[in-house]
Each structure stands twice: as C-alpha cells, then as structure tokens.
C-alpha cells in the first residue's frame, strides 16, 4: 500500500493529501487518492458523485468556484499533468476562518491532492500549456447552483504569479467580489455546510 502525508491548511476542513509516487524504467505509479488516509483526516470517506477533467492553457485561471449549499459540493482535486497553482478561500459565513485563503503549488510530477469541504471555494491558475486537473466531486454539476468569486478580487489579494497574463471565462470575469458576494447573500452559511456533510 502506498503512503501518504496529510497536512491542514489555513482554511478550516480543508487538507493537502501527498501520496507517495513509484517510479521505475517503466513509468511511474502513483495512488492521488487513499482512504484510510482521507478517513483519518477528515473523518469519513469521500463520496463521489461526478469526475471531472480539465486541460487549461498555460495562464488560465479557473475559479474561484463553490456549490450553493444546500445542497453543496466537496472536491478532492489533484493534477495530473503540468503544474498549477490551487487556491482555497473560505466563503462559509460564519466560518471561523471566513475570507481567509491558502494555496499548494501541484502537478510536476508529486501528485498532490486537495480537499475542498462544502462551501469552500476552489481556484487555480495553470503554470504550463496543457496542465490537467481533475476532480473527484461529491455531487453532480447543476449549472444553477454554480456560484463564484472574483478570482482577481483586489481585498484577497490572491498569489497569483504576476509573471502570467490571466485568462478567464466570461462568467468569472462577470463574478462578484467577495464583499458584493455576502452583501448579495450569495455566499453559503457556516453551519448548513458542516451539516450537510
């Protein structure tokens, strides 16, 4: 059985899972997910609804995306492929890290994973060509529960590497700030997140 290292990060309930990767003359073998190790970190296994892959051009930013809760969206989210920058923000009100973010560099070959709690919004930036994300989602896409937040909101203040020009889909360009967010009432509670899972 493969080994995995577990660490929290800023955001409440949200882990950074690395496994570790096999290589030999042949390739490699690598296992992004494990459930002891989730188990044990987060307390139940993962419930998968939905996978999900994306390819992104070197510079596209995807996010930062949430699920209206309920019902909600958890995501467990590794990269296959080229390298990116994934970001955590909380969005839960009432979160006793509300507004706060985190980010973990993944891909080039270490197969770390993410793990995204309902009402937690996820984000990346893809650092090459051809980078490949994909996502173990605990529901099924419904387009009208989709939300998001600027992923350029100026108050976050996310990392994103300033030498890559930002590409983003018409609906992220169009998203709300965080504060027009949760003055909008957009932005999911705390408590119906951690009671929902």
Do not use: N
Request: net charge negative.
């Amino acid at each position: 059985m493969s080994g995995v290292q577990v660490r929290e990060l800023a955001v409440a309930g949200t882990f950074e899972f690395t496994p570790d990767v096999h290589p030999d003359p042949r390739g490699l073998f690598v296992a992004p997910y494990q459930e002891p190790a989730f188990v044990a970190a987060v307390g139940r296994p993962f419930s998968t609804a939905q996978s999900s892959y994306s390819r992104s051009a070197r510079g596209t930013i995807r996010g930062l995306h949430f699920t209206r809760t309920p019902p909600g969206q958890s995501k467990y989210v590794y990269c296959a492929g080229g390298r990116a920058l994934d970001v955590v923000l909380d969005t839960r009100v009432g979160s006793p890290t509300f507004g706060k973010w985190d980010f973990v560099e993944l891909g080039g070959g270490s197969f770390q994973a993410v793990y995204f709690p309902l009402g937690v919004s996820h984000g990346f930036v893809a650092l090459e060509d051809d980078t490949v994300m994909v996502y173990m989602v605990s529901s099924s896409y419904v387009a009208e529960l989709e939300m998001a937040v600027h992923p350029l909101d100026p108050e976050l203040a996310l990392p994103w590497p300033r030498d890559v020009a930002p590409i983003l889909s018409p609906r992220d360009q169009a998203a709300p700030t965080l504060a027009e967010a949760l003055a909008a009432g957009l932005l999911p509670r705390y408590e119906d997140c951690a009671g929902a899972e």
